[in-house]
RNA sequence: GCCCGAGUGGCGGAAUUGGCAGACGCAGUGGACUCAAAAUCCACCGAUGGCGACAUCGUGCGAGUUCGAGUCUCGCCUCGGGCACCA
């Protein structure tokens, strides 16, 4: 144990992560040091990570993703901020649910012993989670305030029941929201959805879908490609809206519909170029126009064939197309032309108006669909070396050729680029064609003038189905009464209490549950029956940040005044899988509750950290069914918590996925049990609580001093960027640094206060990472009495970091070739001719043509 | 099809603003200590050639800008991600 060459006066204890960590997470639950100060002189700082769903244990994913979080937080205390840092559980759900009905048992008993195994587990991690702002979704003095929200947002008119067709997932047994279908299936079970026609409940979160998207803009501090899948997903589009004129063969205008039919197009410009027109296979007014008519079969045999497409073929692509002809036609308001009216199940008909006008030249898929049923593809847009090639085949000048091109049909293999000049377009030929064109802006304008078009957004974004046929979840407050309809509960019979003695094993649902749904009506006081769907949990997930502000208010969700204090969260950590789902819906909470009063800020999370993926040895996602998992316990019982968070962080930056290696936890655990003993050596020879005069300091010390300087100040810089695994280098540095100087330093000549220096700092810059490790070498070797959790972090000073001369390196045209030793302070021309000098080799015979100095780094000589 | 990322030793990764490529660690090699092993400590550790001083090459590929490029520009290749019959 003993190092001989030293000769330490103490005996130095073993490092025993286990004894230590037991010791620690007593005395500090004892102390409650993790409490929230709310010292308003302070600035503060919210430091969050995405709750998890209780599903079993913690694995090795919740274990990064709150070693960077806890990290974070005790960093910045240690900084002086007033810390946010809570943490609860996202606990309705359908897991619950299922292992419920297969246990036979109750869903909420089955998430309350998770929810305790992952605190249990939390606790020995050594997070600093302050639990007096535990939240658990599924309590009712949680979800009451999600029922409230609810209300509050039926009053701004943001909530909305609509039939409509939705996507049904026959294993949930629960409609789903667009967001929850991936690659065309479940997001939960990947079991394709079926398509219903039901009557569901809606937040209108397209309300917001330009501010959604205009306010990415505000939020430097996300990882750009979130701000960019969010805004695929919101989908912009700005065109215009066409009015096209129905009539029959005979050019008999048609009643229905209001005799007209809208369109939505970007490319409005190539309106001369419709030779037919589509409709989705839903578009609402289609059987009207094609019932007791010989093509009502050949319609209805596109929409009933259009109804088996399922959405992992439609996620695919690349479909066969079908069509029918509805015996109708329409009139194109530009140029008068009449053309056939077509249904097309590539059509979808809840985007734009679900009818499309059909260009074939410069649209693929209008082309593939043209080429299939026999109808024109009229050429009206010619790219600069189609007009090249007629120019040089007739003769003709440019204009000639544009002003002059007549083709009513021509048979291509695919459609052509939809950029270049426009003919056979009328009074627009020769203009340019394409997005935002020349052309696109000349039609608009003239079709707004006589009234049949007009500018016009599409979103791809849609509103937000909420509800869920499911029982673990949070009842939608509503009450339907045959005489007063749809009645909200009212606020002070909030909340609607989920029973909790439901028969799951033999499949009672809440539909079924008569002592839930029976009830009377609010308004009239008649019997009514209460709704019995409950809320999608991403409701619950899309507000729980401004409850940690303000966890115990028994009046509002929480107080303007809190959410004031703590709001925005500073920093949020979490999966890439929420790039869409839960970070859109809480950006979208976080306006409507500003908009309602309740909050100030525009955007929820300032700053946003998307851990990368914790992989098996070869790189595989971890998973039960592959039997890869690694359990964060096979770490924290052979080696601990301290050596856990430490592999964690130093493995690879956080934003990085990385492959779990077992050689990475024995290098980290090497490390601490390193650290441990140069602590404890340096303790051994240290003045402690002395001040360091650098002055006094001989060589040796003098580099140790710079080194400390120089890493700790690497080592801040780091965590500012949160480039956890380089300041873990620093600090490794720093130990190297010390080492050094222990070993070449006999014991009676070291400088005594540089070693406490040290020593304390070490421990410091390590408290964040370790904690359990810091504090006891805090108390133990550095005899503090107090915790090391509220101690400062610690300073350094640049210029102490500094050597009286610098090593340059000397390069001849951009080569390095020799270096020298020069005074930090040399001025530029002595640099440059010890340069000269030292290069005296590669120069001969040349000619030096320019000097450049890059002051302390290096000398470029460009010579001839 | 459209839109983003990423590509550096045997491995994880570093190089923050255009300035010495490979910090720190893992693995490996040699040595010290030991009866021996483990642990620990010290040294070496991109490739090729050379006893060596050193030279040449080297950040996916090919050009370019620059005194100087992993970093900037253009054109490719490969991998990963998002959106998508969205008009």
């Not at 079908?322 to 985007?351: C, L, Q």
């Not at 949160?722 to 540095?733: G, H, V």
Request: glycine share 6%; net charge negative; aromatic share 10%.
């Amino acid at each position: 144990m003993c190092n001989c060459s030293t000769h330490e006066p103490r005996e130095i204890p073993a490092y025993n992560a286990q004894a230590i960590e037991a010791k620690w997470m007593d005395a500090w639950d004892a102390e409650g040091i993790y409490k929230t100060d709310t010292d308003p002189a302070k600035p503060k700082k919210y430091i969050l990570e995405m709750f998890p769903y209780p599903s079993g244990d913690l694995h090795m994913g919740h274990a990064r993703n709150y070693t960077i979080g806890d990290a974070m937080a005790r960093q910045a205390r240690m900084r002086g901020y007033d810390v946010l840092h809570p943490i609860g559980f996202d606990a309705f759900g359908l897991p619950a649910e299922n292992a419920a009905i297969k246990h036979n048992t109750q869903a909420k008993a089955w998430t309350y012993k998770n929810m305790d195994q992952a605190l249990a587990t939390m606790r020995r991690m050594g997070f600093s989670y302050d639990l007096d702002r535990l939240v658990r979704t599924c309590s009712p003095d949680y979800y009451r305030w999600g029922q409230w929200i609810f209300e509050k947002l039926m009053e701004r008119g943001l909530v909305y029941r609509k039939k409509n067709p939705v996507n049904w997932c026959p294993n949930c047994k629960t409609v789903l929201a667009n967001e929850q279908v991936t690659d065309g299936v479940c997001w939960r079970c990947g079991e394709a959805p079926e398509k219903r026609d039901l009557e569901q409940w809606y937040f209108k979160i397209t309300d917001y879908a330009q501010e959604l998207l205009d306010d990415l803009e505000k939020l430097p501090g996300w990882p750009e490609r979130v701000k960019q899948m969010q805004a695929n997903w919101i989908g912009r589009s700005e065109g215009a809206e066409v009015d096209f004129t129905l009539c029959d063969a005979d050019d008999n205008p048609i009643a229905g519909d209001k005799g007209k039919i809208t369109v939505f197009t970007t490319r409005a410009d190539t309106l001369f170029g419709c030779t037919f027109f589509l409709l989705a296979p839903e578009y609402e007014g289609l059987h009207d126009l094609v019932a007791g008519t010989e093509y009502e079969a050949g319609v209805m045999e596109v929409v009933e064939g259009a109804k088996h497409v399922t959405a992992v073929e439609r996620a695919q692509g690349e479909l066969e197309k079908h069509g029918a002809f509805t015996g109708r036609y329409v009139v194109n308001p530009i140029n008068g032309e009449k053309v056939p009216v077509w249904v097309a199940d590539y059509i979808v008909s809840d985007y734009g108006t679900g009818a499309v006008m059909a260009v074939p030249c410069g649209d693929q898929r209008d082309f593939e669909f043209a080429t299939k049923y026999g109808l024109p593809v009229k050429p009206i847009i010619l790219m600069d070396d189609e007009i090249q090639a007629l120019v040089d085949e007739t003769g003709k000048t440019r204009e000639e050729v544009v002003s002059s091109y007549r083709a009513d049909t021509v048979a291509w293999e695919s459609a052509h680029a939809a950029e270049g000049t426009l003919v056979q377009s009328g009074r627009f030929t020769g203009m340019t064609g394409g997005k935002h064109s020349e052309g696109e802006a000349a039609v608009v304008a003239e079709l707004e003038e006589r009234g049949v078009g007009r500018r016009k957004v599409e979103f791809r974004l849609r509103d937000w189905l909420i509800s869920r046929q499911r029982y673990w979840g949070n009842p939608i407050p509503v009450v339907y009464c045959d005489h007063c309809g749809i009645v909200p509960v009212p606020e002070d019979q909030l909340p609607v209490v989920l029973p909790d003695n439901l028969d799951l094993g033999a499949g009672e649902t809440l539909a079924e549950c008569k002592e839930f749904y029976e009830t009377t009506c609010p308004v009239c006081g008649r019997p009514a029956r209460r709704e019995t769907d409950t809320m999608d949990t991403f409701t619950c997930s899309s507000w729980y940040y401004l409850r940690y502000c303000d966890p115990h208010n028994t009046e509002l969700p929480f107080s303007k005044e809190a959410a004031d204090r703590w709001m925005p969260v500073d920093n949020y950590i979490g999966g890439i899988e929420h790039a869409i789902l839960h970070l859109l819906y809480s950006r979208f909470f976080t306006k409507a509750l500003r908009d309602m009063g309740l909050l100030s800020v525009d955007e929820p999370f300032t700053n946003l950290l998307c851990q990368g993926m914790v992989k098996d040895e070869n790189g595989e996602t971890m998973s039960k069914s592959k039997g890869n998992v690694v359990p964060p316990s096979s770490v924290i019982e052979p080696y601990g918590a301290d050596t856990m968070r430490l592999t964690i962080l130093f493995i690879a930056p956080p934003e990085k996925d990385f492959d779990w290696d077992p050689k990475a936890v024995e290098g980290a655990n090497r490390f601490l049990k390193r650290a441990w003993r140069m602590v404890w050596q340096l303790a051994g020879t240290a003045d402690l609580g002395a001040v360091v005069d650098s002055s006094a300091l001989d060589e040796a010390a003098l580099e140790l001093n710079r080194e400390m300087h120089r890493t700790l100040a690497k080592c801040t810089e780091d965590f500012d960027r949160q480039q956890f695994n380089t300041a873990i280098s620093a600090i490794m540095e720093l130990v190297n640094a010390a080492s050094a100087y222990l070993n070449n330093v006999p014991a009676a000549q070291r400088n005594r206060a540089l070693c406490a220096k040290v020593a304390e700092n070490i421990v410091l810059a390590l408290t964040p990472i370790c904690p359990f490790w810091a504090e006891e070498l805090w108390h133990e070797a550095l005899g503090h009495t107090e915790s090391v959790y509220g101690a400062p972090w610690p300073t350094f000073d640049l210029a102490q970091a500094k050597r009286d001369t610098v090593e340059v390196a000397v390069q001849v045209l951009g080569k390095v070739r020799t270096r020298i030793e020069v005074a930090a302070d040399a001025p530029k021309d002595e640099v440059e001719q010890a340069a000269l000098a030292a290069a005296e080799r590669w120069i001969a015979g040349k000619n030096v043509v320019k000097v450049i100095y890059v002051p302390g780094k290096l000398v470029n000589i460009v010579a001839k």
